[in-house]
């Protein structure tokens, strides 16, 4: 049984007459005929009573009315969401993410994505750090990945979402707290509250090459697992942070003053990286949704 079997029956039932429903078809009546016979012959049973006057329904045929409808229209659904998935407005994309802040950015595409296109559900997969979304990128578990990497590999595209400064987070009282800006020399001897030093830590790498060019090396007072714990252990006065100034911006941590670092020092790049030679339709939606986000 073929598709074209049941609309060619489906056009019959309704026209009641071959000759109209062959026009209705765009075909000539032979092979409407012929596929009438060829479905009645499978299903082993008359589906229409024919005579010279007129063309009725069978009880069988009668029975089959709303089966067919129902194939047909499962056959339109499919055509459509195919039709969809390839234009980017329907489907599923992976996003892998990492770090406190970017949370909110995460959060704002996601309302963006709503908005452009509604058809695409966004598969959130988050991470402490950056190097395991990146990673997830690279080996085709996730489409779109959102963090801080010093290096992008090659077939890796990238485009930078935000442009974060650095601050240094240091306890209500500390004797910096009220000042407008802090030079990293500044800190030498002070206790730092550290993320841990993994491979391409955007901060860690930041945080050692400043306190190195400044002259003295930093010791950790304690490793935090993330930016949520830094920020407390910060404001129980436990010691200093370098973090961004997006975490300033959305992290909520009563006790923790921001003071912007007057080093010289490039912006960190919080970007969007996504395989160039699988990107489809959908990654294009995520894509063109962020950029209105960054644009707007």
Known sequence: MELHHIRAFLAVAEELHFGRAAARLRISQPPLTRAIQQLEHELGTALFDRSTRRVALTPTGQALLEPAADVVAACRRVESVAQAAG?????????????????????????????????????????????????????????????????????????????????????????????????????AGEPFVCLPPYAGSVLTDRLHRLSHRAGFAVEPAQIAPESWTLLSLVAAGIGVALTLSTIAENVVQPGVVFVPLSDDVEPVALKMVWREDTAGPGTASVLEAARSLVSG
């Open 87 to 187: 234009k980017g407005t329907i489907g599923r994309v992976r996003v892998a993410y990492a770090g406190a802040s970017t949370h909110v950015l995460v959060g704002k595409l996601a309302k963006q994505m709503r908005a452009e296109f509604p058809g695409i559900q966004l598969e959130l997969y988050s991470s402490n750090f950056a190097l395991p979304a990146l990673d997830k990128v690279i080996d085709g578990s996730m489409e779109i990945g959102l963090g801080r990497w010093d290096f992008i590999p090659a077939g890796i595209a990238s485009t930078t979402m935000v442009a974060e400064q650095l601050v240094i987070a240091v306890p209500e009282g500390h004797p910096l707290a009220g000042e407008d800006t802090i030079a990293m020399a500044q800190l």
